[in-house]
């Protein structure tokens, strides 16, 4: 036996409450899980897919829906639909203590996947298995942003763990191809750029192979592009130098 249930009443289950304190008053949206931070991040373009309703509301669980006036008082229009996007752009995810201690975990243990994919220890070339890198993050106390990126975070730790072990971002390999009127110029400014030039060939242009910081590529990159004019190329051998093997510590 199905139970009838009234059209126009809001079913909100699985249900993810984004809030917004506004001209004194408090608006809040009801939207899928998972999905507020696809909007945020451009993954997900279609509002429809993270709006359970485009329904404005004072309070999601009690099904209480603002007033015309007071929305129009705090946003300057009573276009819903508008209202919805602003407070999904500016407001704050309401998330349960176990949800947030989850989605923490969660990204703790992607800023260390990014670091141990990225690093070596400098020594032996090697790379570092994540669970190490967790362990080291813990032994300094990192704690995670929830409103930054795992990318941004990843760096920073790399930063902070330099203090503590020796870590560093895995050289990348390249081939420059430099025309021979402007090597020798080019090469001097190139030099405080490369880490380790591991073979030099001087024919009819210089060649040559060397392993640079991934930070310094693009500067690389732009310097023989502007010197020579689009004559002097740029290619990745490898993006991480590093020896077969995990690192122990």
Not at 136 to 165: C, F, G, W
Request: glycine share 4%; hydrophobic share 35%; proline share 3%.
């Amino acid at each position: 036996m199905s139970i009838f249930t009234p059209t126009n009443q809001i079913r909100l289950t699985n249900v993810a409450v984004v809030r917004m304190k506004k001209g004194g008053k408090r608006f809040e949206i009801a939207c899928y899980k998972n999905k507020v931070m696809s909007w945020r991040s451009g993954a997900e373009k279609d509002l429809d897919e993270v709006l359970q309703t485009h329904s404005v509301f004072v309070n999601v669980s009690k099904g209480q829906v603002a007033k015309k006036d007071d929305l129009t008082k705090a946003f300057g229009t009573d276009d819903l639909t508008e209202i919805c996007k602003q407070i999904l752009a500016k407001g704050e995810l309401q998330v349960s203590d176990k949800e947030r201690q989850s989605q923490l975990e969660t990204m703790f243990r992607d800023i260390a996947t990014i670091v141990a994919e990225k690093c070596v220890n400098p020594d032996t070339k090697r790379p570092y298995t994540v669970s190490l890198i967790e362990r080291a993050m813990k032994d300094i106390h990192y704690s995670v942003k929830p409103n930054k990126s795992t990318k941004q975070q990843a760096l920073e730790v790399i930063r902070q763990l330099k203090e503590t072990m020796e870590i560093q971002r895995a050289h990348m390999r390249l081939r420059l191809v430099l025309p021979a009127k402007e090597a020798k110029r080019l090469k001097e400014k190139l030099k405080p750029l490369l880490q380790v030039v591991e073979s030099e060939d001087f024919d009819e242009e210089l060649e040559m192979v060397c392993l640079v910081d991934p930070g310094c590529f693009r500067e690389i990159d732009e310097l023989i592009r502007c010197e020579t004019k689009g004559r002097g190329s740029l290619e990745v051998l490898s993006l991480k130098d590093v020896e077969e093997g995990d690192e122990k510590l």
